[in-house]
């Protein structure tokens, strides 16, 4: 069974810098794509970015892109997500999501799904 545990979602001050951490079990995880989404109230879910197997490969969404980095660590079995500059607009549940191609996170389908981390950018 394959279960994704987000941590390290919190309340920051606009400006700040906070680090997701997603760690996995139940799955070859290097035979994974891996990523975030993240869905603020009454907003549509939005695809945030995404990583290949390797790390050798990495995606982002217009919205984070130059602010946000994603990393993993395939001997830890683990995924991060490095966030600076955060503005209030990044307020939202923060998901972290694996699949075995990046079509499927551009699809917003990707197969596994942890149960979320709430960011709270403060203006």
């Known amino acids: 069974q394959v279960h994704l545990v987000e941590s390290g979602g919190g309340l920051v001050q606009a400006g700040g810098s906070l680090r997701l951490s997603c760690a996995a079990s139940g799955l070859t995880f290097g035979a994974y794509v891996m990523g975030w989404f993240r869905q603020a109230p009454g907003k549509e879910r939005e695809f945030v970015s995404a990583?290949?197997?390797?790390?050798?490969?990495?995606y982002y969404g217009d919205s984070v892109k130059g602010r946000f980095t994603i990393s993993r660590d395939n001997a830890e079995n683990s995924v991060y997500l490095q966030m600076n500059s955060l503005k209030p607009e990044d307020t939202a549940v923060y998901y972290c999501a694996a699949a075995t191609q990046i079509r499927a996170f551009y699809s917003d389908r990707p197969g596994y799904w942890g149960q979320g981390t709430q960011v709270t950018v403060s203006s």
């Open positions: 990583i290949s197997g390797s790390g050798g490969r990495s």
